[in-house]
Structure formats: structure tokens, C-alpha cells
């Protein structure tokens, strides 16, 4: 079994459409962080969280919520879909020591239409 | 402000060939720096990566890269490329105790028959 595992691993849905991804992981971190994908642009971070009270935005953080609902799941939010979020989503973990590495999801790919 | 970037979006290699993928960074102190690999429709996968002590860093499939403060630089290097390394490279930036990772743009490599 993976590390880290997101669901749906692809989504087609509307604009206007709330839609949730979900990612869990059997590392037994303390961190978790969801990144989306765009061409040229490398990964951006929507959100982290350091454990299941502490939940913080990232850099682009507009038009996303997240919920830590234990210390294993993870899930993205977008309330109300639109085009410009359609993208390549990773959710990853890592150890609390700094600059431990990172695991990643196999991500979901996301398509508002 | 804290960056990465790498200068070459797409790399052409023929199979046996060397190969170096460039990174330079932009960081105050000493950085955490990793350099992951994305196969296609996969997750990112952990190379290798450097804090401190010897220079020349070793990873995985026979990569490894070259810290070079002087330069703030971290190039990757592999010195006989396979079919199967063609996948998107990142160079990636930690830089503090947050875990939060800035990414370079991210090359893709193709490899030539």
C-alpha cells in the first residue's frame, strides 16, 4: 500500500460544483500539505497543516478550505469550482524534523468545466 | 525572498549520455535542498538531498549532485542516462523549520533512443 493516498485520483466536475479531495497516510507524521500542479510553474502550496489543530494557508490559499480530521487524513476543499482551478493536486507528509523529506500522494487530477 | 529556479524547462538526451540538470537557489543561510524526480502520472519521488558536510551528494538510480555555495548553486548530475529516466525533475528549496518546500519550475528530460 502507498504512503500516501489521495482519492479521486480524477474528477471531472462543473463550475460552481463543491468538491473535496482526500488524501490519508500510514507514515504516522505529524504534517501534512496540499500543492497543485501547473504547467511551468512547479508545486504551490494551498495549505499545511502541523498536526490536527494547527492548520495554516499557503500561498495560494483563495478559494480553498482544508480539514484535518485526524492525523492521517487530510482533506481539500474547493466550495465553488471554477476553470482556473483545474490542475495536477498533491497532497504530502513529512516528519517534524526539519528539512526531513517528503512523501507524496500519486495525485488527482482536477478538471472544472 | 527565497527562490529556485532551473534555467532549462527541457532537457533532449540521448540514452548513455550525461546528463546535468541545473538548479540555483536564492536563500539567506544554509538550505535544506532536495532534488525529486516525477515519472509520468506519478508522484514525486525523493533523489536525494543536502543540509551540510561533504558537498558532493549521492541518491538514488545512480544520480547525485553538487552543493555550490559560492555559486548557490545544486546541479544534478547522472553520468550514463537510461530510457527510463525521462520524467520531470525538481530541485527543491526548504527553508526553515515550517517543512514548507519551494519548488523550482521543474525540467523534463527526455531521453533519445
Known amino acids: 500500500d502507498a504512503d500516501v493516498t489521495q482519492t479521486p485520483r480524477n474528477r471531472i466536475t462543473k463550475t460552481g460544483k463543491r468538491i473535496m479531495l482526500e488524501c490519508s497516510q500510514t507514515k504516522g507524521h505529524d504534517r501534512m500539505y496540499w500543492y497543485r500542479q501547473d504547467p511551468g510553474l512547479g508545486l504551490r502550496l494551498i495549505y499545511y497543516?502541523?498536526?490536527?489543530?494547527?492548520?495554516n494557508k499557503g500561498e495560494i490559499s483563495d478559494g480553498y478550505s482544508v480539514s484535518r480530521q485526524a492525523q492521517a487524513k487530510f482533506s481539500l476543499s474547493l466550495e465553488s469550482a471554477i476553470p482556473n482551478q483545474t490542475a495536477l493536486y498533491f497532497c504530502?507528509?513529512?516528519?517534524?524534523?526539519?528539512?526531513?523529506?517528503?512523501?507524496f500522494g500519486q495525485g488527482t487530477r482536477l478538471t472544472v468545466v | 525572498a527565497q527562490s529556485v529556479t532551473q534555467p532549462d524547462i527541457h532537457i533532449t538526451v540521448s540514452e548513455g549520455a550525461s546528463l546535468e540538470l541545473r538548479c540555483n537557489y536564492s536563500y539567506g543561510a544554509t538550505p535544506y535542498l532536495f532534488w525529486y524526480v516525477q515519472s509520468p502520472g506519478q508522484g514525486l519521488q525523493l533523489l536525494l538531498k543536502y543540509f551540510s558536510g561533504d558537498t558532493l551528494v549521492q541518491g538514488i538510480k545512480g544520480f547525485e549532485a553538487e552543493f555550490k555555495r559560492s555559486q548557490s548553486s545544486f546541479n544534478l548530475r547522472k553520468p550514463s542516462v537510461h530510457w527510463s529516466d525521462a520524467a520531470e525533475y525538481f530541485c527543491i528549496l526548504s527553508f526553515s523549520n515550517t517543512g514548507k518546500l519551494i519548488f523550482g519550475q521543474g525540467t523534463t528530460l527526455q531521453v533519445k533512443p
Open positions: 497543516s502541523f498536526d490536527v489543530k494547527d492548520i
Open positions: 504530502a507528509t513529512s516528519d517534524s524534523d526539519w528539512g526531513t523529506e517528503a512523501f
